[in-house]
């Protein structure tokens, strides 16, 4: 009987093998029952048949899924060998193995050595065979005493050929081997999408290993969990209706004996509305993003090969050395040459707008000194990389270092830097005895910058391709001193003229694909920062229509209270989370990485439109009526399109640079070859090296190009007269008409179908210098709120600009509010002034309130709550931040906006321009030295008038109420409410006046109590609610006869 049963088994996988070893057939799944009486036992026998192809094997051939193609197989012995008890299972197995459950957890095969973590009864292990063709795969128990053969198991070896083992052939696994490679080489062709657009094929092959750690997306959006910002939603809508139900109420129930206060207090309150409303919806969707440093270093930095990543060209501008200090310039500009990024990949340029000797002579000791800072930096991975910062910091600096040398490196690296200070403020303190005959470079001539508003142009290339290198021998980014050619009677546009230079100095020098821009007060306090905005930029899927990242601005030097809102913490934290999710944040104008195509002027790139499918089950007429249709409508839209190239300038780059060349050189050429030229030359100025880069989209500079010619052309490119009748400031570039060039910019670019990208690293990316004390607090104020007065009112305000482009409506929203922001100062001044009078005269706003009128006023102020706690519970910010951020806004809001605003229709009507001025920067002075400092300002005082009059409105109206006994307490409690919600929002500014550290300018209490003194004497001189009919006589009833 068992010779039998052997003999039949022998047959059965002869067959077996014949079926397995036909090319052309698949592995499909057959049970046989064999009743065999061995013991009165019957055993399962699962054999693993081909059949034959089925239509389209053909067209489907190189394309065989390997990986899957014996997964059936797998899963059907899996399941029968872990329902099984050993080689010899007792019972029937024939029926019940095709409702067996499968479980995938279990591994069947166990590599070199059992998994610790898997119980040893698990294991699948290969058992030899009983003959030389049976070969069967089993569980082996940890004690199997039903076994009537007792053979050690082997783990399978990987190295062997899976075919010793009776899995497979060696065929099979040179299938598998040549599919691997395969796949490697596949990975390896990666390119950059979002810059070359050479690969597009391979992204989307499906052949392409997708789950690769380096094929994964290079970030991914984080929206805000739907249990805080759905409330927040709904109660945003709530608040809409209130404010309904609010000024139906206002609105119809006038107070007749005050008429005049009821009406400008609705006034008000209605712009209040309108401007909440354009600032709370951009605020609808807000998301967060989170980076794959990781993923980008495994796609764009293979092992062996050349950094991949994109070149980068930073920027840093300043203006006045004095106020600018430039040991503080330095320390940017070493944080930027110690980034962690391939030094070949980096450029610093240094736009000195004030043509300063200090300021060049400071970057020569700074380039020397980068010698040793960059290396050290590398070497133990330090953070910040700016000395400064880092020196300062009260930590444990053993903490994570092991390098047994860092504490002797770091204690000379610190004396070193030290040594560079003194250098640093020799320089600074020499600059302040400006010589007659002006200043002389060491050679003995006179500095080309003596004069500030006439010079001519300078460059200086101090680091990078001169052969200049640290202390270790390797090689150091470049740095580029540069200052624009400066003459009378030319208009140069302040910052932005500087960065436009910027641009194309850069564009002739390396010609970066991306460009970063910092104040020369914002060092990088993250050293990956650069590699964080490439994993957007650099993304392939979704980098192509970004224009720009922006990232939130943080300070070092702030006091801890925050009192003056220099953080502005709601903004960069509420405010630009929510345009993320529109269609990106607005450009602040400092810690933001720039696509340089989209400065240029071009257009984003069009959206793929996926090719239309139509349904078989609809009839036919009605198909052939849409198809005719559709073609009717193609044909419109492409006599369209031709009209709408022929009326515009070609967006994309269509012409080589030969071409360009030849139509520069070649004079005789037909007109019809050089009108491609002249349009370049009235975009870009007539300049072939920069025109040539502008079609370079993933950089660089035209090869064999002599660096003295480079040099010569960039001379050439920053002159005076270059801009002249050229699109730079109107569409190229950073744009012209407002001191704050950086809303406008970030406004052309999203207009033009471009979105940003807000980016928040775990470590801020950037830090820089605020304004410590009140007065340069509000200077700097006042120039954004001017900023915004002159957009308002040029030809690219967001109210009528740019319908019909790119721009979102919610976008549009977040621009209307950046730009109308300063006409809420009149009727803030107005608000503020209102409480006073009220207790001056005892009269107010609102009539006698009624129970529905008190609920409506609970109703409103409970929203606002609300509302305010739930942005902090998303946004991650500080109650007390959302204070600060509301008091400033109040402060700023009766001083320098109100000032913006009436400069800002000077210049417009009167055509009277304002003088920039530079914030001063923090300087090595005492910790919060000038924090309570004054210095003498007309912006402090309408503050301080509103102050000191409400605060006499207040005496007043508790000493009236005093002197008329109880019963007008009651009334007096609205108002005393009002003006102590003045005074509190302006509490700040009290505090400030009450320091320790220095007086309040007497010139400025005088202004301020004279004022307040006038209007005061003025109300009660000239009362308008006062009866001027005469006396009113009256019967008095008594019977005088």
Known sequence: MVSRLLLAMNVLFRFVDLAMNTKEERVIKLVLNAKLGLNGSKVAIVVFFGSPRVDGDEDEEGFDDLDNEFDLAESVLSAHLNNGRGPYASGYAGSEVDGVTLKPEIPLLTYGQEDDGISADKHALIVPPFMNRAKRVHPMPFSDTASSVSLPPRPMDPKKDLAVYGYGTVAWKDRMEEWRKRQNDKLQMVKHQGDGGHNDGDVDDPDMPKMDEGRQPLSRKLPISSSKINPYRMVILIRMAILGLFFHYRILHPVNDAYPLWLISVICEIWFAVSWIFDQFPKWSPIERETYLDRLSLRYEKEGKPSELAPVDVFVSTVDPMKEPPLITANTVLSILAVDYPVDKVACYVSDDGAAMLTFEALSETSEFARKWVPFCKKFNIEPRAPEWYFAEKVDYLKDKVHPSFVRERRAMKREYEDFKIRINGLVTMAQKVPEDGWTMQDGTPWPGNDVRDHPGMIQVFLGNNGVHDIEGNELPRLVYVSREKRPGFDHHKKAGAMNALIRVSAVISNAPYMLNVDCDHYINNSK???????????????????????????????????????????????????????????????????????????????????????????????????????????????????????????????????????????????????????????????????????????????????????????????????????????????????????????????????????????????????????????????????????????????????????????????????????????????????????????????????????????????????????????????????????????????????????????????????????????????????????????????????????????VGISDAISNGYESWGPLFGRLFFAIWVILHLYPFLKGMMGKQSGVPTILIVWSILLASIFSLLWVRVNPFLDRGGIVLEVCGLDCD
């Not at 249709?629 to 780059?653: C, L, N, V």
């Not at 801020?764 to 104020?781: C, E, M, T, Y």
């Not at 305000?797 to 509010?817: A, D, H, Q, T």
């Not at 609970?858 to 509301?886: C, H, K």
Request: glycine share 10%; hydrophobic share 40%; proline share 5%.
């Open 529 to 955: 920062a650069l590699r964080e905005s490439m994993c957007f930029l650099m993304d392939p899927t979704s980098g192509k229509k970004i224009c720009y990242v922006q990232f939130p601005q943080r300070f070092d030097g702030i006091d801890r209270h925050d009192r003056y809102s220099n953080r502005n913490i709601v903004f960069f934290d509420i405010n630009m989370k929510g345009l993320d999710g529109i269609q990106g944040p607005i450009y602040v104008g400092t810690g933001c990485v720039f696509r340089r195509q989209a400065l240029y002027g071009y257009d984003a790139p069009a959206k793929k439109k996926a090719p239309g499918k139509t349904c078989n089950c609809l009839p036919k007429w009605l198909l052939c009526c849409c198809s005719t249709r559709k073609k009717k409508a193609k044909g419109k839209s492409k006599e369209k399109s031709t009209k709408g190239k022929k009326s515009k300038d070609p967006p994309a780059q269509i012409h080589a640079l030969e071409n360009i060349e030849e139509g520069i050189e070649g004079i005789d050429s037909e007109k019809s070859s050089l009108m491609p030229q002249i349009k370049f030359e009235k975009k870009f100025g007539q300049s072939p090296v920069f025109i040539a880069s502008t079609l370079l989209e993933d950089g660089g500079v035209p090869p064999g190009a002599s660096s003295a010619s480079l040099l010569k052309e960039a001379i050439h490119v920053i002159s005076c007269g270059y801009e002249d009748k050229t699109e730079w400031g109107k569409e190229v570039g950073w744009i012209y008409g407002s001191v704050t060039e950086d809303i406008l910019t970030g406004f052309k670019m999203h207009c033009h179908g471009w979105r940003s990208v807000y980016c928040i690293p775990k470590r801020p990316a950037f830090k820089g210098s605020a304004p410590i004390n009140l007065s340069d607090r509000l200077h700097q104020v006042l120039r954004w709120a001017l900023g915004s007065v002159e957009i308002l009112f040029s030809r690219h305000c967001p109210i009528w600009y740019g319908y019909g482009c790119g721009l979102k409506p919610l976008e549009r929203f977040s621009y209307i509010n950046s730009v109308v922001y300063p006409l809420t100062s009149v009727p803030l001044v107005a608000y503020c002034t209102l409480p006073a009078v009220c207790l001056l005269t005892g009269k107010f706003i609102v009539p006698e309130i009624s129970n529905y009128a008190s609920i409506l006023f609970m109703l409103m102020f409970l929203s606002i709550a609300v509302t305010s706690i739930l942005e902090i519970q998303w946004g991650g910010v500080g109650i007390d931040d959302l204070w600060r951020n509301e008091q400033f806004w109040v402060i700023g809001g009766v001083s320098s906006h109100l000032f913006a605003l009436f400069q800002g229709l000077l210049k417009v009507i009167a055509g009277v321009n304002t003088n920039f001025t530079v914030t001063s920067k923090a300087g090595d002075d005492g910790e919060f030295s000038e924090l309570y400092m004054f210095k003498w300002t007309t912006l402090l005082i309408p503050p301080l008038t509103l102050l000191i009059i409400n605060i006499i409105g207040v005496i």
